[in-house]
């Protein structure tokens, strides 16, 4: 198994009255409501997590991208993840991702990713998310009937500009280049990439064809999330696919971990609450646009993941949302319970744990997340033996990297120069 100690980065001062005063928490957000003082403290809170929970295991520590929200304010991943390149080693960078077809070249994200490549010594997990309708549509003014082919033709820029050794130029619909020649190029060849899909079939096929993880991201949570996998599954028996490893596939996961299950309900019900009824209050009308999501996908039912159920979520209580599997929370066997079901029943390896959740503060998420990689995560790691040597979907550092901040000290400076003590 492989566990991502993930972090969206929500913005946690929304007021009590958010819902009824506010439409929506993406793309028209009232911008007062933003404090770049407050922001200062908050991203550099959000980095320490995620530098703390590089130190208890996890296989990797994960950020992606979104915009014009408070949901999650990280317009751009590879900036956070450039911060913690330098003050982690030994864990995996994991970018889900970038939203390629907003950037105009592509060969931007190119160049980024083999940047972040370079600086952590190969430790880069790369991603190649769509976007949802809010931000590729409505923030960044894409055409949703064209999202998804501008997507293809990113995509396939960005895999010959980290593969191809010799200059090229990109004759495209939306991309025409008569020089693509990077500097810096990648560590890794092939990259490692995980696409995270919010339902639309097509990117079961894009998966199969390029060998990437499908990765599901959810907020209702595995039990509703059965049917979605099970179709990417049945894909991957349908295509005749090489093998049907575990590690094709992954999932995110609301987690919450304490000594009891009654401890869990006192000590983060009021942060899930928060994070359910006003970080995930998206406009109706935001959420899918027309002509973003196929008619293919809308005939399964596939429909987006940010959509608000019927009635909303605030009249679901905390018994509700664990239940129901949006969150898995409570004590470590708990916790280890509904997880095995969860990776069994999904046939995922790679897991990414949500463990700061809504307005929850520093201390309870340490608190969560170092239960969860004590007593949790070393109960988990061999749910698929036969494969645990399947590396294809993971990065695969340098055995020797560069230690930040190994500077001389001044006598071995004029040493070296010839100088005088």
Same mark, same amino acid.
């Given at each position: ?73 990280? *317009?751009? #991943?590879?900036? +956070?993840?450039? /911060?913690?390149?330098?003050? !982690?080693? =030994? ?98 060849? *092939?990259? #490692?990439?995980? +696409?995270?899909? /919010?339902?639309?079939?097509? !990117?079961? =096929? ?113 018994? =509700? ?101």
């Amino acid at each position: 198994m492989k566990f991502t100690w993930f972090n969206l980065m929500p913005w946690q001062d929304l007021p009590d009255d958010f819902r009824e005063k506010h439409r929506s928490v993406w793309v028209d957000i009232d911008s007062r409501l933003f404090d770049p003082a407050r922001a200062h403290h908050l991203y550099n809170e959000y980095m320490d997590l995620l530098e703390y929970s590089s130190t208890l295991g996890f296989d990797g520590i994960g950020v992606n991208e979104h915009h014009q929200n408070a949901y999650g304010i990280m *317009p751009s #991943p590879n900036i +956070i993840a450039a /911060g913690l390149a330098r003050r !982690t080693k =030994d864990v995996g960078l994991v970018v889900l991702g970038n939203s390629i077809a907003l950037y105009n070249p592509p060969v931007r994200v190119a160049e980024e990713m083999a940047m972040l490549d370079c600086i952590s010594g190969g430790r880069l997990v790369a991603g190649f998310p769509v976007g949802t309708s809010m931000d590729t549509n409505y923030c960044y003014g894409q055409i949703p009937a064209l999202t998804r082919e501008k997507y293809n033709e990113a995509h396939d820029l960005i895999k010959r500009a980290w593969n191809e050794p010799d200059p090229f130029a990109f004759n495209g619909r939306y991309n025409k280049l008569r020089h693509v020649n990077i500097w810096p190029r990648p560590i890794q060849n *092939p990259m #490692p990439v995980h +696409i995270p899909g /919010g339902g639309s079939v097509e !990117t079961y =096929d894009f998966c199969i064809d390029n060998t990437y993880s499908y990765s599901y991201l959810s907020f209702s949570g595995y039990i509703r999330a059965k049917a979605l996998l099970q179709g990417y599954w049945d894909r991957v028996a349908e295509r005749n696919a090489p093998d049907d490893s575990p590690y094709r596939a992954g999932f995110a996961q609301t987690i919450c971990v304490a000594d009891t299950d009654e401890e869990a309900e006192r000590l983060y019900s009021e942060h899930v609450s928060y994070f359910y009824n006003r970080c995930l209050h998206v406009y109706g009308g935001f959420a899918d646009a027309p002509g973003y999501r196929t008619i293919k996908t809308i005939q399964t039912g596939a429909l987006s993941q940010y959509a608000p159920p019927l009635g909303g979520y605030g009249h679901l209580t905390w018994k =509700d949302l664990t239940e129901q599997g949006h969150v898995i929370a409570g004590s470590p066997e708990t916790v280890r319970q509904r997880m095995e079901d969860l990776i069994k029943g999904l046939r995922v390896g790679n897991i990414f744990c949500l463990l700061h959740v809504g307005n929850m503060p520093k201390d309870k998420c340490m608190y969560s997340t170092k239960l969860f990689a004590e007593k949790v995560m070393p109960k988990l790691r061999d749910m698929f033996p036969e494969y645990k040597d399947d590396n294809r979907f993971w990065c695969k550092p340098l055995s020797k990297q560069a230690v930040p901040g190994s500077l001389p000290n001044e006598q071995a400076i004029a040493a070296a120069v010839g100088g005088k003590d």
